[in-house]
């Protein structure tokens, strides 16, 4: 991973933002997460509904209710912060040939999905499961390549530290999945970490936070579809694309990280 400059000044609009102290941006993660995981704990009791993904209910109770009270939140902390133009838009390019990163992912995102499994689905599941992928999409990334990696540059972090920090607390707030998933938590966490640095690559070579968010959407989605929406579904062996695209984007970026950023100007 290069470590470059700190780039230019944060600003919106020509002025200073607001800044958030990094133990505040922790008090927002840790209330973000809050959200997900207690409510959906809270959801799996209330009510007499199915709390898994394999009917259109589930996916709601599940993943919709928890999820999109998480991404309101996001961005009503974006909101209050006066953060809406560095958060959405990126203004530390990256070199060209960086675009082999959201490509990548996406082509091995598409060959990932297990699509005889959603077959045997209706097309509202389909469309419940694949909206509730991009409220994952559009919230971790609103919150750690968003206000997390703002909140890490207003703070003066070279861009190398703002894409370890950024990545390494992504990564470590999923070790909360242990709730559910106990020790398997722990080489996701590792996995998620790598995940957050090639979405942080794609914030930045994208000049927004958008392809980043659509694309991480994806990626869920094509995960899910292989290993959770069936009744006792084994995993498609086409997911292993997915493992596929960590290893050839992380080959890639090793080779060519000290290309990473721009040439100086002269």
Not at 167 to 194: C, D, E, R, W
Request: hydrophobic letters at 50%; one cysteine or more.
């Amino acid at each position: 991973m290069s470590t470059p400059s700190s780039g230019p000044d944060v600003t919106s609009g020509g002025e200073p933002l607001r800044p958030l102290a990094l133990w505040q941006f922790g008090v927002v993660v840790v209330v973000y997460l809050a959200i997900i995981q207690l409510g959906g704990l809270v959801l799996s009791r209330v009510g007499d509904h199915d709390d898994d993904l394999t009917t259109v209910e589930g996916v709601l109770w599940s993943m919709w209710l928890p999820l999109g009270v998480a991404l309101v939140f996001t961005y009503a902390v974006v909101a209050a912060l006066g953060w809406w133009r560095p958060v959405l838009r990126d203004d530390r390019p990256v070199r060209r040939w960086l675009w082999v990163v959201p490509v990548v992912f996406l082509l091995c995102s598409l060959v990932a999905v297990d699509y005889g499994a959603l077959s045997e689905k209706s097309v509202g599941f389909v469309l419940a499961l694949f909206l509730a992928t991009q409220l994952v999409g559009w919230g971790e990334e609103g919150m750690f390549r968003g206000i997390g990696v703002t909140a890490l540059r207003v703070h003066g972090l070279t861009e190398g530290k703002v894409a370890l920090w950024s990545s390494v607390v992504f990564g470590a707030v999923h070790l909360t999945n242990a709730i559910g998933h106990g020790a398997q938590a722990i080489p996701q966490a590792l996995a998620v970490s790598f995940a957050g640095y090639f979405f942080y690559l794609t914030r930045r070579v994208s000049g927004g936070n958008v392809v980043n968010s659509v694309l991480h959407g994806l990626f869920d989605f094509s995960l899910l579809t292989g290993t959770a929406i069936l009744v006792d579904q084994e995993t498609y062996l086409g997911s292993l694309a997915a493992v596929a695209a960590y290893l050839v984007v992380g080959l890639v970026v090793l080779v060519g990280r000290r290309r990473i950023e721009p040439v100086p100007a002269t």
